[in-house]
């Protein structure tokens, strides 16, 4: 098996190249997410700067005592906003929760300025919604090169995200407890929820993404570099065409190791229909392999289903 087949895409290629080299990363970045579900994009045109700033902040509020964390979660319910504790969330099916917390910046919080923010880190607020604004516009230019690939309009996909329930999360994996269960990993293995997912580079490996042979490969991106997959309600309205790849995060042999990853979990609107397109059905065989739902729907049927219903 080829040892490293994530294909990487440089995103000035889309947004600036030639047409020849617009139509090159269209297809390859079709491939990738027909066969593999995974690449990684380089030069993406995001400010290295935001992101190192909202790694600090990340770790800045981890850092607080549980009580204080604890404070920004009882407002937020089924974990779409604010503070998330350890051990709460589980992956689909799985008997033990992930090895980690997080807080989620969701559009909401993005667009109220008397949203909830941690006081005790005065930057985390300007430095997340800074950080949600770049990776909105990059995601904008990826579902356009996805829409191209399924023969739609450059804005098909792009459309149905605008003023979608996207989510940044900032995910803190800390150093292993004592008390792991067996079987525990910082992340179980599992599937996205939404349309596509734009990892910003994490601080530690563990990313590990099941291949069609039965393999984990491991998979880190280099600072500055962007890891992105697809999800499962993209992979309901291509009716399979677009994969949604298994993926988890893995214990590191270091138990004293603590990861931070700041995942964005690009939605399309409440009311979006998500059963397979019809071009998509002819493209995969002729029959509809995936439920008719809303986004709605499918999201609420997920989020009971890890836990945060």
Known sequence: ??????????????????????????????????HIGFFVLTDTGLDPLVIRTAYRCAEAFFALPAEVKQCYEQ??????????????????????????????????????P????????????SAMTGLYAQLEVCAGGLLEACSLYLDQPRSWLRDMSTNGRTVLRIAHYPPLPKDVPPGSLRAAPHEDIN?????????????????????WLPLQAAANDIIVDTGDMLQNLTNGLFRSTTHRVVNPDNVEESRLSLPFFVHPRAEVDLSPHPACIEKTGGRARYPAMTAAEYLEQRLQEIGLG
């Open 195 to 215: 349309f596509i997912t734009l990892l910003c580079a994490a601080t530690a490996p563990g990313l590990e993404i099941l291949t069609q042979t039965g393999d």
């Open 114 to 125: 008397n949203a909830l923010w941690p006081q005790e880190v005065p930057e985390f607020c």
């Open 1 to 34: 098996m080829d040892q490293n087949p994530i294909p990487k895409l440089n995103f000035q290629d889309f947004l600036a190249g030639s047409p020849e080299a617009q139509a090159r990363f269209v297809e390859t970045l079709g491939k990738a997410l027909e």
């Open 75 to 112: 407002v937020h319910p089924k974990g779409q906003e604010g503070f998330t504790r350890f051990g709460r969330e589980h992956a689909k099916d799985a008997a033990v929760p992930d090895l980690k917390e997080f807080w989620h910046v969701h559009r909401s919080s993005v667009e109220q």
